[in-house]
């Protein structure tokens, strides 16, 4: 048992904490409210070989475990929330999913793992997202081997940004995933509708008329990766969630060190003391939760849903802790002249990103109904 | 960052469990019903070296670290409560202390037998008109020739009525306050002191709480642990400590707990159904799991801050409040979960409600230790006092 971080993921995570410093924390308010995008920053974080932290070096990436990816992705959250949940779409989901269907097209791989393009993966098609078993989006095989593809897809990070996405689609065999230029014929994005918080991901609804797509990038069977993939978009959620908490729990303390009220500052009074202690002792217990999830997915693979856990601790208390610290600045709390409002709007937006809380707590209970995970 | 138990922890933490298993979770529910001291339990800890689970082997003890010793705490109070808090007195609140503070005759003398389990310890601090305030204690130990004479009531005292060696903290010099207070270790044999009555209480029934009474009761000098005026930091760098037993004390309650409702909520019909498989207990359910494991992690990341000589203060408040409050909510529960045989002896529900409940009390009251944690939290961000 050890809770320090090794020396690589200590100077990727002091990397990523003076990006932020440098490049992320001034724009983030900019960028939250529509004005410029944030695609520069995320060529920036390209160089620091963000782009393809789980592709192995010789393949062009970072050669880096998910651990790392959840350290880097809880630091750069701090400065936005948004910004990091492209970096983690990009990273986890996408990448993640390429991964695990094994494709070894290296040129091509290469450019997503450096950040020449970007990767998304469009699976959801909205009221359809808590039952990924229901694709209306087909897939058709064609007299020369290519598929035609048909269908929309809603939400879809980087959906605007990226150059291919991973699409799934249903044919008669079953569902599959298809990597899809998003340049081709038939494709058109569309801006997705502007969301709560995380308005700096870049968001957009996907849709295909008869796109033809080459038989070489067909990635098989969309449901035999769906569990490492739906692993995956879980830990680098839970690991935003914790960016969020943190600087929620700093905006929250800093403020009433320096806020005043009958002769003192409200820091000194209890009630304000006692939001403090359990904000900082739930982002203390996520933090343990989404680390050792991610390290168990980096070594011998997530037991007694780990994962879900991790998900459901740091999603929900990014709410309650930036829920405090609004309440903490009284009325400032309420206007966007403090960051506290912005990490609540991100708070709460974040389970878009994987499923919610309610879908991973039966799944727990489902393996504890059949005695697959304890409690130890 | 890794987090695998070594081979002697996976070792620690399957004897426990088995010792747990079978000798402990047959007896627990007469040990809650008679009230009776766990005797012959606490002699299977001392044949285990489960009573100095963190003492050098060289003093007597199992020679392990303080994640074993939070493992076995865990699986021991998943056992039995009373038996857990015994365990818990013993390790971190006298002999942890006599390890840290005290010198070589001290831990010949004291240590080697307490960690043994040939003698059994107690901690007094608490009085009746002081507890949080630690330090508004009035029992005074003035200094007379070789020895200190000691004058007062201390309160609440667990294992009080067998211990026969006592952790004292008390004002050696009553003018000043926390720089009055001195650590003693009083040896019952040598210094008899007086046994109040024994407290009738909610739950951790086979525990006794008793008070202490010293009515000129002289203890040598040789015997203060720690400089004088040194005591209140001997006691609240030993409550650090014992917050990680009380955590795992309240993790192996909720355990418990949380086993049995699985178990009844998979045996239970209603409407034609599991009740196990509705919607509302499932939630509870998968709550209750990741709490567990919640607190577990938060104890755990505190013993490995003491084995590593960290200042784990913060963490092992962080570990107490949440697991004892995690292990209240787990308990209540898994008694709703039960229905009406939760409300009844016939199960095992209602003692866990009772037994989790202390531990949001002693080694701190979980408002004490929001206060540890806001002030450590706080000062971490106040750039005006770096
Ligand atoms: C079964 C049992 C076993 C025990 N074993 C031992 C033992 O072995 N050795 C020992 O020395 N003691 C022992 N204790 C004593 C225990 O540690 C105290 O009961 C505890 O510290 C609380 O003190 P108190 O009961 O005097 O409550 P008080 O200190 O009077 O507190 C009453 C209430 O006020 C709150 N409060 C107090 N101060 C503040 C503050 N500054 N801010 C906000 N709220 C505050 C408390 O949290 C509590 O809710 C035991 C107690 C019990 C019940």
New binding site residues.
């Given amino acids: 048992m050890n809770f320090e971080l090794d020396e690589t993921q200590e100077m990727i995570r002091d990397s990523v904490r003076s990006f932020v410093a440098g490049r992320v924390s001034q724009p983030a308010m900019k960028w939250n409210e529509g004005h410029g995008d944030a695609r520069e920053a995320l060529c920036e974080l390209a160089g620091l070989g963000l782009l393809g932290v789980l592709v192995s070096e010789k393949a062009g990436g970072a050669g880096l475990d998910v651990l790392t990816l959840a350290i880097s992705l809880a630091e750069l959250a701090r400065g936005d929330a948004g910004l990091a949940a492209m970096v983690a779409h990009h990273n986890a989901v996408a990448l993640g999913h390429l991964l695990a269907a094994g494709y070894d097209n290296k040129p091509q791989l290469q450019r997503f793992a450096q950040g020449d393009a970007l990767l998304c993966r469009a699976a959801s098609e909205g009221s359809d997202h808590l039952d990924g078993a229901t694709i209306t989006t087909t897939a058709t095989k064609q007299a020369d081997g290519a598929w035609s593809l048909k269908g929309h897809k809603r939400l879809v990070p980087l959906g605007n940004l990226a150059s291919h996405s991973i699409v799934t689609a249903m044919t008669e065999a079953g569902p599959i995933a298809l990597l899809v230029d998003l340049d081709a014929a038939g494709v058109t994005r569309t801006l997705s509708d502007t969301l709560v918080g995380l308005r700096t991901c870049d968001l957009a609804d996907l849709t295909f008329e008869a796109v033809a797509v080459p038989e070489a990038n067909f990635l098989g069977d969309a449901a035999a990766v769906a569990s490492r993939v739906a692993a995956l978009a879980r830990i680098t959620t839970a690991a935003i969630a914790l960016g969020v908490t943190r600087a929620a729990l700093a905006a929250g303390v800093t403020y009433s060190l320096e806020r005043k009220q009958f002769g003192k500052p409200i820091a000194r009074f209890?009630p304000i003391q006692w939001q403090t202690a359990d904000s900082a002792t739930e982002l203390e217990a996520a933090e343990l939760l989404t680390w050792r999830a991610a390290w168990q997915l980096s070594t011998s693979g997530a037991t007694a849903h780990s994962v879900e856990k991790a998900a459901i601790f740091a999603l929900e208390s990014a709410q309650k802790v930036a829920d405090r610290a609004l309440q903490m600045h009284g009325g400032y709390g309420y206007t966007v002249d403090f960051p506290v409002e912005r990490h609540f709007r991100d708070a709460a937006t974040l389970r878009i990103l994987a499923d919610g809380p309610d879908v991973q707590r039966v799944a727990i209970a489902k393996g504890l109904a059949t005695g697959a995970n304890g409690v130890r | 960052m890794e987090f695998a138990l070594t081979e002697i922890q996976q070792m620690v933490l399957e004897t426990a469990r088995s010792f747990a298993d079978n000798e402990l979770l047959p007896n627990a529910a007469a040990t809650d019903k008679t009230g009776t001291f766990p005797a012959a339990a606490v002699k299977t800890l001392a044949e285990l070296g489960f009573l100095g689970v963190a003492v050098d082997e060289k003093w007597g003890g199992a020679g392990f670290d303080n994640l074993s010793y939070a493992i076995a705490m865990e699986e021991i109070s998943r056992g039995c409560a009373s038996t857990g808090v015994i365990m818990s007195?013993n390790n971190s609140?006298v002999c942890d202390p006599i390890k840290k503070f005290g010198d070589d005759f001290q831990k010949k003398r004291w240590l080697t037998p307490l960690a043994q389990g040939r003698r059994l310890g107690?901690?007094?601090?608490?009085e009746p008109g002081?507890?949080?305030?630690a330090a508004g204690m009035r029992t005074t130990a003035i200094l007379d020739g070789d020895d200190y004479v000691i004058n007062g009531t201390?309160n609440?005292?667990?294992s009080g009525k067998e211990a026969d060696v006592c952790i004292l903290i008390a004002h050696s010099d009553p003018s000043e306050r926390h720089r009055g207070i001195s650590a003693f270790i009083v040896d019952r044999q040598e210094s008899p002191y007086g046994i109040g009555k024994v407290e009738d209480?909610l739950g951790?029934k086979g525990s006794s709480?008793t008070s202490l009474v010293f009515d000129n009761v002289r203890v040598p000098a040789v015997n203060r642990l720690g400089a004088e005026g040194m005591g209140f930091k001997v006691a609240m760098s030993t409550l650090d400590g014992g917050r990680i037993g009380i955590a795992a004390q309240a993790l192996g309650i909720a355990r418990i707990a949380f086993e049995e409702a699985l178990a009844y909520s998979r045996e239970r019909s209603a409407f034609g159904k599991i009740i196990g498989d509705f919607g509302a207990i499932r939630e509870m359910l998968a709550d209750m799991a990741t709490e567990i494991d919640a607190a577990r992690l938060l104890i755990w990341r505190a013993a490995v801050g003491k084995d590593r000589g960290e200042n784990f203060g913060k963490h092992s408040a962080m570990a107490k409040l949440y697991a004892s409050e995690m292990s209240a909510r787990v308990c209540h529960k898994a008694l709703q979960i039960h229905g009406g045989y939760g409300y009844v002896k016939e199960y095992n529900a209602e003692r866990h409600v009772r037994d989790a409940r202390?531990t949001e009390?002693?080694?701190?009251?979980?408002?004490?230790q929001r206060?540890v944690i806001a002030r450590a939290t706080q000062v971490a961000f106040d750039t005006s006092q770096s």
């Fill in positions: 209890q | 007195v609140l107690c901690f007094a601090l608490s002081s507890g949080s305030d201390k609440w005292i667990t209480k951790i709480t202390i009390i002693y080694e701190g009251t979980s408002e004490i206060l």
